[in-house]
């Protein structure tokens, strides 16, 4: 009778000792991952939570990148284009350091100041040493804000918003311009602005 509970107290001592070890080390293990990531400034999170956050990454579409402007596209653009970029990635344009690596979001408006119209797409223009890259948006958004300081009404719909992948832009200086159609005609506007990809 002694042998058989001594063996029995011995096989629930093991099976203690594995079922105590066992969590003690996955609990080890969680709590060192927990650690790691909050000390590097990050939330912890679920295997799950991380598996949602990159099917959401996935769901949205990379922006097409800038890429060179064709030879002689704009050669014969006219140079009758009102214009301003106001803003990337909504900062203060002028002298924006911009990721190389990254995707970039110009906004600002567009327009021609011979026919006082807008157009329906536009190509934003970086001209650097190493070439001239672009990139296209749409337009067409409202800036009431321009057609009162313009005085022209047709600029009420003159806003616009290109956002591109800066991959293909070598690291350097750049001057922005846009380029758009009016009435099958290439128009030209330079800007103030100027930027560096770094």
């Known amino acids: 009778m002694r042998s058989g509970s001594a063996d029995q107290g011995s096989k629930s001592q093991a099976i203690e000792s594995r079922g105590g070890t066992a969590p003690s080390a996955a609990k080890f293990a969680l709590a060192l991952c927990v650690l790691l990531l909050t000390s590097c400034g990050r939330p912890a999170t679920t295997a799950a939570d991380w598996i949602n956050q990159q099917a959401a990454r996935n769901a949205i579409p990379a922006p097409a990148p800038f890429s060179p402007v064709p030879a002689m596209t704009l050669d014969r653009a006219r140079s009758t284009g009102d214009c301003n970029v106001d803003k ?55 800036r009431p804000d321009v057609a009162a300081a313009q005085k022209i009404a047709a600029y009420a719909t003159s806003g616009f918003g290109v956002g591109a992948s800066m991959y293909r832009v070598p690291i350097g200086a750049y001057g922005v311009s846009l380029a758009y159609r009016i009435g099958g005609d290439w128009v030209k506007c330079p800007t103030s602005v100027r930027i560096s990809v770094e």
Not at 91 to 97: D, V
């Open 88 to 142: 990337i990635d909504g900062q203060t344009a002028e002298g924006m350091a911009v990721d190389h690596l990254g995707g970039t979001v110009f906004t600002g408006w567009a327009g021609d100041h011979l026919t006082h119209a807008v157009p329906t797409g536009v190509e934003v223009v970086l001209a650097g040493a190493t070439g001239d890259y672009w990139a296209l948006g749409d337009s067409g958004s409202a």
